[in-house]
């Protein structure tokens, strides 16, 4: 399904703000998400990502600004538009003493569908999440990947128009991740539209046609993958590895060989369009790096520039 | 929608029934089997004969009933309150559904009074076996042992829907549940005690259901009083409900 222009945006918002108190959790946001569009938001712990999808899942009402979500109002239509939405929370909500399919079949009632059709519903989906042979045990003893998977499953009962997915790899291990990356292509391909935080470089680039980071509670860039590395970041990396304790002391001599200069502990990261280049000058100047590597840019290092390397818990 | 809420606590307890049986059914059984039978005994062998002329056990299940339905309402209003908010967080897949808090709240609080209804039920047929209820007016008192369940669920689901942790409700358990249990006519008439305490046991809501029970299990009850202890009961319950929405909205959406 490709977006038509014309279409009317999913979700809209104008100046969207989220205060807690005298804490600014979402500071005035504007973001426009197409139908059929795979929309991811960026960000470290605390930049508003999760506060902004609890108001497009319309379970935390705005502060401020506009906000529509198909097309009505979260705050006098909630219920309406949590009908046509599929959910999946940054910490699983499934009731572990049920078995796996029963948190499906009563998880569709919830949205008041017959029980024939949750039932058929239930096969498919859990086929879908690779579930099929545990289906009739209980949740509480499955492994966090296929807890995730059925979240997924579940989410998917009321044939959702959105599907909005909050951290939905956070603490998997890699198998699982690719696991649920693979089910989410297939949703995307099948015409579903995606909504999704990460703090996974990897997963927004895997999945995301256009993506915002935010940091702070604002949106400090936005654009697709591609984009953004070609806007805040050359095209490629070079990482200097020198025989020194002091990486700093050696910024000065290569900084007319980058178009900036990161510093950290045990490299430095000369950002160049032509990494080969610059590592032949660094030779060249008899600088005798222990280790060069030339790499491409990432939304990685884009994210790190714009989001800074200090940790934020 | 709030059935749809309940659904999920039927199909919830259909898996983990077997636990409650104990609490909910031998429980009371026990305590009318050593009460109202070894305790009895010696009660109805005293000067006064059983309590003002009623043998004890009689006097004893219908205050049981009442206890017990006291019992299953709290405890099915605390620990799965916290735990749909906390832990399981059931709570917040209804409301990633069209569910609102009123259908949260009350699909939970109906689930809670068919569990009372349960345990009640059970526990009036095995006492009639038993002797220790001789009176089809008992049949009313299953209704008063609903709305006493309710009368106490909806506080208790407003106080669990506070706590950080389950500390909170081992107070609860401790200095209001089991004083109650005590203090407040299941086991002899409030008269016994001192006259303040017997004022606090007076206004405290498992009085109100115990004399409700009673009144109708040994015929004794009359109209205006029986309409008191359900007025009490019913506006308990209402402010109770009120409560509980204002802290599950106030806890969940944030």
């Not at chain 1, 699983?92 to 949205?111: A, C, H, K, M, S």
């Not at chain 2, 799965?80 to 808090?101: D, F, N, S, T």
């Not at chain 2, 005590?182 to 303040?196: C, H, K, M, R």
Request: proline residues 5%; negative net charge.
């Amino acid at each position: 399904m490709v977006a038509q222009p014309d279409d009317p945006p999913l979700i809209a918002a104008r100046g969207l703000t989220k205060h807690f108190g005298d804490f600014t959790a979402v500071d005035g946001i504007d973001v426009e998400v197409r139908r059929g569009e795979a929309f991811g938001f960026l960000g470290p712990n605390g930049a508003g990502k999760s506060s902004t999808m609890r108001m497009i899942g319309c379970v935390s009402p705005p502060s401020g600004g506009t906000l529509r979500v198909l097309g009505m109002d979260p705050i006098t239509h909630g219920s309406q538009i949590r009908g046509r939405l599929g959910v999946v929370p940054q910490r699983d909500t499934l009731d572990e003493e049920l078995t796996v399919r029963e948190n499906i079949l009563v998880y569709g009632r919830y949205f008041g569908l017959p029980r024939s059709v949750i039932r058929e519903r239930a096969t498919e989906l859990l086929e879908f999440a690779q579930l099929s042979e545990r289906a009739d045990e209980l949740v509480e003893p499955l492994s966090g990947g296929m807890k995730r998977r059925l979240t997924i499953a579940r989410s998917l009962v009321n044939e959702p128009e959105l599907l909005m997915l909050d951290e939905p790899t956070t603490g998997l291990d890699p198998q699982a991740r690719h696991a649920l990356w693979d089910r989410l292509f297939r949703l995307k391909r099948s015409g579903v539209t995606l909504v999704l935080t990460t703090h996974y470089m990897d997963e927004a680039e895997q999945l995301c046609d256009r993506l915002v980071v935010m940091d702070g509670g604002r949106i400090v860039a936005e654009g697709s993958p591609r984009q953004l590395i070609s806007e805040h970041s050359t095209r490629e990396v070079l990482e200097l590895r020198l025989a020194t304790d002091d990486h700093e002391l050696y910024e000065a001599k290569v900084s007319d060989l980058a178009t900036r200069v990161e510093v950290l502990p045990d490299r430095l990261l000369l950002y160049t369009d032509d990494g080969d280049a610059a590592a032949k000058i660094v030779h060249e100047r008899g600088l005798a790096p222990l280790s060069t590597l030339v790499r491409r840019a990432t939304l990685e290092d884009v994210f790190l520039h714009l989001t800074g390397r200090t940790l934020i818990d | 929608m709030w059935n749809r809420a309940l659904a999920h606590w039927l199909a919830h307890y259909r898996r983990v029934w077997r636990g409650t049986i104990i609490s909910g059914i031998l429980q009371p059984l026990f305590f009318l089997l050593a009460m109202g039978m070894g305790l009895g005994t010696l009660v109805d062998a005293g000067t006064s004969g059983g309590i003002e002329g009623v043998d004890y056990l009689l006097f004893l299940a219908p205050g049981i009933l009442a206890a017990q339905a006291m019992q299953t309402a709290v405890f099915e209003s605390t620990f799965p309150v916290l735990g749909a908010i906390k832990w399981q967080r059931q709570y917040h897949a209804m409301l990633a559904a069209p569910l609102g808090i009123p259908d949260i709240v009350l699909g939970h609080l109906v689930f809670v009074m068919m569990r009372v209804a349960m345990t009640s039920t059970i526990f009036v047929t095995i006492a009639t076996l038993f002797g220790a209820i001789t009176s089809w007016w008992v049949l009313l008192a299953l209704p008063v042992a609903v709305l006493t369940g309710l009368a106490f669920a909806a506080p208790v689901v407003a106080f669990a829907a506070r706590q950080r942790n389950e500390s909170g409700f081992n107070m609860l358990f401790r200095f209001i549940v089991l004083p109650m249990f005590l203090f407040s006519g299941t086991f002899f008439p409030v008269e016994q005690l001192p006259t303040a305490l017997e004022l606090i046991a007076r206004i405290t809501p498992l009085w109100h259901a115990v004399e409700l029970c009673r009144g109708l299990a040994l015929e004794t009850m009359t109209l205006a009083g029986a309409a008191a202890h359900v007025a009490y009961l019913v506006v308990l319950a209402g402010i109770g409900i009120q409560l509980a929405l204002m802290s599950v909205r106030k806890r969940l959406i944030l």
